[in-house]
């Protein structure tokens, strides 16, 4: 492994030049905008927007989570992704019938966990809200996910996920880094949130970042890290904890297995991994691969192990791993540095001063 990111990373330097190339154009692409030259529309709700400067594994799903989570008490909430990966294209608001292939694997999640709130993909942002505003016409606010590029909307709050191991002050433009937006634009965010970071930060380390990312006045920094629940059945929701006699066959598709696998390594006897690309579709191939695997394993004790947003593409082979120790690793956030009343008090404030200067205004005409 550590030789194929060797290997990957050298191969990439000799992509300099189409970085070059890719970093002009979207430097040019936010000169235009800086300039107004070409428009952005601001909707009269509450638009939080949730993104990154890179291509992926900052941690947003479990972020746009926590912040649906946060709000659905108090207001009626929406959700709209893109729905990266789905089999279907435009507009789609999630039912009860909806699957991670009609929506994609993301909203999917957001569905699953939030029931009560409106979930809606589309590739087209700005043509998107209309219809959600129809479909759901008392939604009071609205969560873009993976919409820090897509500045067509102005969104009233932007929060912005760099990720611990891979500052975007440390990054480059793609292909030979992962940027995808340049380090300026860090400027427009609201919130920055350094994501997966160590559970035990110290004030030094964090106040070192901080320094390095160089904000603005106006910009609130937060830290957070990943914990892990215990494991579930993927069917029948049974809870088991993990254990250091058990032995493990990790499914993985996710941009960034790093901090799972260290978790996994540090809390059972030992582990085998089948990992596949970010937002993989599974087949039925997959299912007879990972069979396979899982009867090499010797022990007694042993489980499949993955993750939320694996699991909404494994449920449709429910009558294949329903009698199996087929188990999903929940995951949350936790803010460091006792920060996690500030962010709720900025998350839950934004709607209701949204909705105050409207009333203000009104009554002022």
Known sequence: MLFKNVYLRSFRLFLFPLALVYGGFVMLRNYLYHKKIIGSIAFNIPIIGVGNLS????????MVDYIAGLLKHRYKTATLSRGYRRRTSGYVLANTNSSSIEIGDEPMQFHLAHPEIAVAVGEKRIEAVPQLLYDRPDTKVIILDDAFQHREIVAGLDILLTEYANLYTRDFFLPTGDLRDQRESAHRAHVVVVT??????THEAALAIKNELGLQPHQYLFFTTIEYGTPYHIITKERRALSKSEEILLICGIANPMPLTQYIHESTKT???????????????????????????????????????????LIKFKDRINDRPFFVLPISLSFLFNQQVLFDQLILDYPQKFYAEQLAQAKSM
């Open 196 to 201: 997966k970071c160590p559970a035990d930060l």
């Open 271 to 313: 582990y085998d991994a089948l990992f596949y690309r970010d937002h993989h579709i599974y087949t039925i191939d997959d299912i007879n691969e990972m069979e396979e695997r899982f009867n090499l394993i010797q022990s007694k004790e042993k489980m499949y192990l993955t993750t939320d947003k694996d699991a909404v593409r």
């Open 55 to 62: 291509i992926g594994g900052t941690g947003k799903s479990p």
